[in-house]
Each structure stands twice: as C-alpha cells, then as structure tokens.
C-alpha cells in the first residue's frame, strides 16, 4: 500500500506584519578578518541575518544600529548586538517587493544571559 500524500503548508506568516527582537552575535560572524573589514562584515551580516529571520530580502538599516555599530571605529564592532526586526508592508507603487524589513537597535541592554527572542506587540 502507498504511503498517503502529506500536503504542504505554505509559509503564510510572510504576509504579516510582525516585530521581533534578537540578539545577534557578531563575534563569531566576523572572527578571523582582517581589522579593516569587521564593521563593514558587521552591517553586512546583520541584513543577511535580518533576511534569512524575516523572510524578505529588502533590508534597511536605521541610522542608530549603523551608528552603534560603528560606535568603536572599524576594528572593534560590539560582539553582540540586540536588535528590533520590523516587517512592514511596502506601500511604493513600484516596488518589487511586498514587505520590507526595519532593524533597528535595541537600547539599554547591559547583559545579553538569559535573553531571547522575544515578539514585540503592536503599539498602534
């Protein structure tokens, strides 16, 4: 007797709007490069990791994450970064994509042990 066809669940969660937090460790993603390539690698993985989380390629980063990032010059970029992923939707006409993402940095966070992932609630 033939095994009976599963049916597939699509991911239908991409169409919604949905904030997160993380906390994303940029040591491990930037050991072993060279002093003047560890910020830029930073930023870098922070959209590759906002991307693979979130299900949507168009990443932004905000002004303040960029900026705490950078905070220590090139060389030394935090090894650990709390941050906020929003998905939003897209309203440009011409967009390519439906939803976009917002990461954004967490402020205040003095100890990373014990923090998870956390879904932020919607304030609006």
């Known amino acids: 007797m033939a095994p009976t066809q599963k049916t597939r669940k699509t991911r239908s969660a991409l169409q919604d709007v949905v904030t997160r937090e993380y906390t994303i460790n ?15 690698k930073a930023i870098k993985e922070v ?6 989380a979130m299900g949507v390629k168009d990443v932004r980063i905000s002004p303040a994450l960029n900026q705490h990032i950078w905070a220590r010059g090139v060389r030394t970029p935090p090894r650990r970064v709390r941050v906020r992923l929003e998905r939003k939707r897209n309203d440009d006409e011409g967009a390519k994509e439906k ?26």
């Open 99 to 124: 939803l976009y993402v917002v990461a954004s940095v967490v402020e205040g966070v003095t100890s990373f042990k014990g923090l998870e992932t956390a879904v932020v609630e919607a304030d609006e």
């Open 47 to 52: 959209t590759l990791f906002a991307q693979k």
């Open 26 to 40: 940029l040591h491990k993603r930037t050991h072993d490069l060279s002093f003047k390539k560890k910020s830029p």
